[in-house]
């Protein structure tokens, strides 16, 4: 990087203030435009047809009938869609994701689409399509599909990371391993060890708005594709290699993004909608339904679990092993590995040990759900922490603060880390008044820890000074929550002038370079970094343009609270010239002013949180109320506090909800069977109480304001917490997620209670 | 300089945890592991590697720069969501 | 499927369309009146991201059809704010950084406002129990919840 990104410990004047947001108004009158609420004359309706099936060969596929009925303008297949890959590979998985070739792989995987003139004619279409099945035996259990015997998924897929390298295929892509120090020498200097299994079913993001898109393919191969997305650049870097177009020649538009959580940084629908625009030479909207958006688009892994953890009656963690099982799909992944990386991520341990299974299953390919992976041996890992602690009689919080990682601790992924949050997350636990408040009868207290990775990535920003000095702030990361009343800040604070001065935007593809997906928790730090060059690029224009006006060297020129100061006796004379007054005589000085900057954001650091939860069992029905919940993370600098506040909180409710009732159903037939928000069932406003937080900031080295980044963190202790605190409140360790009522029931009638 | 390799990619420089090799950027670095390791050659494509460098995780950036006597670690490329 | 022609007042205003018989009202108010403030979270019923008002009452607009609105009186968010001053409500959402990505904001302001036109003074469990027919998947309700609190006061003055 050009700039020196270290972190200059300055006080603010605008960052860190409670503005209100500049895409409000839009957002609350309804006048925001989401995916679905873009129209283009003459647009069709696309709508997709679905495997009824898990796992089947499709020995028939016509479409001749539908074609010609009136009014169906295009029906695609994979016939329409050339395999630019070779057979093989990320894209070529993407590909046959969006729509199936030779083999249907779970239930609600596409294979055909129709393009009409409104929903009757299109679903008159579908109706019309004559396709035929060989069904196959499927999997959707990740343990069954490690068994030997199983059907086996992908025949082209054979186990990574073993050596030497197998001859037939497996439902095992991959097996990883991290860790360092000798476990078994660690588990014989043990005087108390905890080995127990853990199974986490299979959530979906729940983002309340369904993937839609609008596109727009002209006859010269130029289009354009309004959509909702984390990653507009991403998304367009992506059709344009299924489809074969050029890159600049595909316009990519943001919508506004009804949440995406890790869900929306991948393709579902959107390169079909280009391919039946292309082929329909008409605008083609495509809104999936919320069935479709269960069954066919990227929820996460379920799993299943060995941990082992041995300590000392002192308390120090002696050895610490995770065996993790993870289900990504119907293609090969690398979640279990990210699993295995963030497993003991929270601990400075001498010996530990963590392998990943990559599993195949007859299940929708995942795709990322805030901190991705790491929720689940999250459970695992804190829940024996709370396990060995009780057994040891340690306090669970202090038995953490005991072995927690810190500077210098060689972290159980690899590399040492730099300075790290996760002592004062549980200092500032062990303080906080919820862990002194009374509980009552069938109550319980749970607290746990959780880590994350933050990322940088590629951005770029640029800020445009009008003539009657007003900002514009053009942005190339999707705004989830927040970001551009956050950058607009950071833009204020740079430049001096009052936080109404900046008015941000979202730029589309063709009006900015590359920026990468929202991300990582990678928003604020990324385009915060590059929002304080420009600016600073913006400053050094102004600067020489005051210079030029005063008619005095630029060395002379200084810049603070938002005006260009002449410094020197000599120049003692000249007043002050505002950034609104040198914008006004920008035209004669040189022309528009402007800042600009592309920055690879990198070094963003890691992130950790510390999670405290009350709830209530009631033993006759296994429901579960939580009662009091509290969010301690390290931010590194909350540049828009409420916007901070606001990621611990709807991190901390997905938890609840994994944690107590979400979970793909499936039957035997390996259809889902509750694709829907009926039951589905994520936690609505009169099952949470108000959320707690409370913000650390220990500054990142690494940017320039300190910032961390916090988007994902706070799913990653709740399942534990909740996991701690419902064992706690019903007497019996609770060992699968969801903590459903039948599940709570069975415990307690196993347990004899 | 030592680089430390993290499980997965220990099989493609033949099981090996750490690996003796001089490097003054992270391109620098890549390109002589390609050239050493062949095998490494399915990591980078499956989605690239990433590089600690005394605890900081760099994704995307081929010219940084890696100091004398920092701690290098090669991960296996990670995204968020 | 035969056309129905409707005949509606909107916010106030008259309006007429023709949509299919079994046209649902979310799509008959999105599609042929251009009204997109309402959305379709899941077409079922299920989160109230539809939320809108038939003569006074809090309904779905994914359950009821087009053709039902004849005659009657709808109010959908884009009705909230009157003569360019946003209600109290729309306000708080803002003050209180109520919303994140905002899909469900219209469906809550909807709700809050059914609920305080009929209780002006909820407590904070009647508020959670109105409003758990809406879902949110972004804030954890926790800033919603102080929102409709802080424009209940403000509307009581």
């Known amino acids: ?753 | 300089m030592k680089v430390s390799l993290s499980g997965v990619l220990r099989a493609a420089a033949g099981g090996a945890e750490d690996i003796e090799i001089e490097a003054t950027t992270i391109r620098d670095l890549m390109d002589r592991l390609l050239d050493r390791y062949p095998a490494m050659q399915e990591h980078v494509a499956d989605g690239g590697i990433a590089v600690s460098i005394d605890g900081q995780i760099y994704r995307d950036t081929l010219g940084q720069p890696i100091p004398e006597g920092a701690e290098v670690f090669l991960l296996p490329r990670l995204a968020g969501g | 499927m035969s056309s129905v022609h409707v005949s509606t007042t909107i916010n106030g205003d008259p309006v007429e369309f023709a949509c299919p018989a079994d046209e649902s009202l979310l799509d008959s108010l999105r599609d042929r009146v251009g009204l997109t403030g309402s959305k379709e979270g899941c077409g079922t019923g299920d989160c109230g991201a539809c939320s809108i008002t038939l003569n006074g009452r809090l309904v779905c607009s994914c359950l009821v059809l087009g053709a039902e609105a004849n005659g009657q009186e709808i109010g959908t968010v884009e009705g909230l704010h009157a003569n360019g001053e946003l209600h109290p409500l729309q306000q708080q959402f803002i003050n209180n950084a109520a919303l994140q990505c905002g899909i469900c904001t219209p469906g809550f302001l909807v709700a809050a406002k059914a609920l305080l036109d009929r209780n002006p003074d909820p407590d904070e469990e009647e508020i959670r129990y109105a409003l758990a027919g809406n879902l949110c998947r972004c804030t954890g309700y926790d800033k919603i919840v102080r929102a409709v609190q802080a424009a209940a006061k403000q509307m009581r003055k």
């Open chain 1, 1 to 753: 990087m050009d700039h020196d990104t270290s972190f200059t410990n300055q006080t603010f004047k605008t960052v860190g203030t409670r503005v209100n947001r500049p895409d409000g108004v839009d957002k609350v009158t309804g006048r925001a435009r989401y995916g679905a609420d873009a129209t283009a004359p003459g647009q069709l309706v696309g709508l997709f047809l679905r495997s009824p099936h898990a796992h089947a060969k499709i020995t028939k596929l016509d479409v001749s009938k539908a074609e010609k009925i009136k009014g169906v303008k295009a029906v695609i297949t994979s016939a329409d869609l050339p395999d630019r890959f070779g057979g093989k590979g990320g894209q070529y998985d993407t590909l046959v994701n969006c729509m199936a070739r030779d083999r249907v792989l779970y239930d609600g995987h596409a294979v055909a689409a129709v393009a009409a003139i409104d929903h009757a004619t299109a679903r008159k279409a579908l109706k019309a399509i004559k396709v035929s099945y060989e069904v196959l035996p499927h999997v959707t259990d990740v343990d069954e599909a490690m068994a030997p015997g199983a059907p086996v998924v992908n025949e082209n897929v054979f186990t990574s990371g073993m050596d030497p390298r197998p001859t037939k295929p497996s439902n095992v892509s991959r097996i990883s391993t991290f860790g360092h120090g000798d476990v078994d020498v660690g588990f014989a200097e043990a005087d108390v060890i905890i080995e127990k299994s853990f199974k986490t079913e299979q959530t979906h993001q729940g983002y309340i708005e369904p993937h839609a898109c609008l596109a727009s393919v002209g006859p010269d191969g130029s289009a354009d594709l309004w959509v909702t997305t984390q990653g507009h650049f991403t998304f367009r870097t992506m059709c344009s290699a299924l489809l074969g177009m050029d890159m600049a020649k595909l316009k990519v538009t943001s919508s506004e993004i009804g949440g995406g959580f890790g869900g929306k940084t991948h393709v579902w629908v959107e390169p079909i909608a280009l391919a039946l625009s292309r082929k329909a030479n008409r605008p083609v909207k495509v809104v999936m339904t919320r069935d479709e958006v269960f069954r066919a688009t990227g929820p996460t892994c379920s799993t299943s679990m060995d941990i082992k953890i041995g300590a000392k009656r002192d308390g120090t963690i002696t050895a610490a092993q995770s065996i993790l099982r993870y289900q990504n799909g119907a293609f090969p992944a690398t979640w279990a590995m990210m699993g295995a990386m963030t497993s003991f991520a929270c601990y400075d341990l001498k010996n530990c040990k963590s392998v990943g299974y990559d599993v195949l299953c007859n299940r929708p390919k995942v795709a990322a759900y805030r901190a991705p992976s790491a929720p689940m041996a999250a459970f695992g890992v804190e829940s024996v922490v709370d396990m060995v602690a009780a057994e040891i009689g340690m306090d669970p919080v202090e038995f953490r603060i005991k072995n927690a990682a810190k500077e210098g601790t060689r972290a159980s992924y690899g590399p040492t880390y730099g300075p790290i949050g996760i002592g004062p997350t549980l200092e500032a636990v062990k303080n906080h008044p919820h862990m002194k408040a009374p509980l009552g009868p069938n109550q319980g207290r749970g607290m746990a820890c959780g880590f994350w990775f933050n990322f940088g990535g590629q951005t770029c920003v640029d800020i445009n000074i009008g003539t009657d000095g007003t900002i514009n702030l053009t942005l190339g990361t999707v705004d989830v929550g927040g970001a551009r009343a956050s950058m607009s800040l950071i833009c204020a604070e740079e430049l001096g002038i009052p936080y109404e001065q900046v008015k941000a935007n979202v730029a589309d593809t063709s009006t900015l370079g590359h920026n990468d997906t929202t991300e990582g928790s990678r928003g604020t730090f990324s385009s915060g970094m590059a929002t304080i060059f420009a600016a600073r690029e913006a400053i050094t224009e102004l600067k020489s343009r005051a210079a030029k006006m005063w008619g005095i060297p630029v060395e002379a020129v200084e810049w603070s609270e938002g005006s260009a100061t002449a410094v020197g006796d000599e120049h003692s004379n000249l007043a002050d010239l505002s950034l609104a007054e040198i914008a006004a005589a920008s035209p004669g000085t040189g022309g528009p002013i402007a800042g600009h900057n592309e920055v690879v954001a990198d070094g963003a650091g890691v992130s950790f949180a510390s999670h405290i939860c009350d709830v209530e069992v009631d033993p006759e029905t296994g429901g579960t109320k939580v009662l009091r919940y509290t969010v301690v993370q390290d931010a590194g600098k909350a540049i828009h506090p409420d916007y901070v506040e606001g990621q611990f909180q709807g991190g901390a409710a997905q938890g609840i909800g994994w944690a107590l009732n979400e979970e793909y159903i499936y039957g035997d037939d390996g259809r889902l069977q509750n694709a829907g928000f009926l039951d589905y069932r994520i936690p609505v406003c009169s099952d949470l109480p108000f959320i707690d937080t409370e913000i650390l900031e220990i500054p990142n080295p690494n940017h320039p304001y300190g910032i961390r980044g916090v988007g994902e963190t706070s799913i990653v202790p709740p399942l534990a917490a909740i996991g701690n605190a419902v064992s706690n409140a019903a007497g019996v360790r609770m060992d699968h997620v969801p903590m459903s009522p039948p599940r709570i029931l069975k415990a307690l009638d196993d347990a004899g209670q």
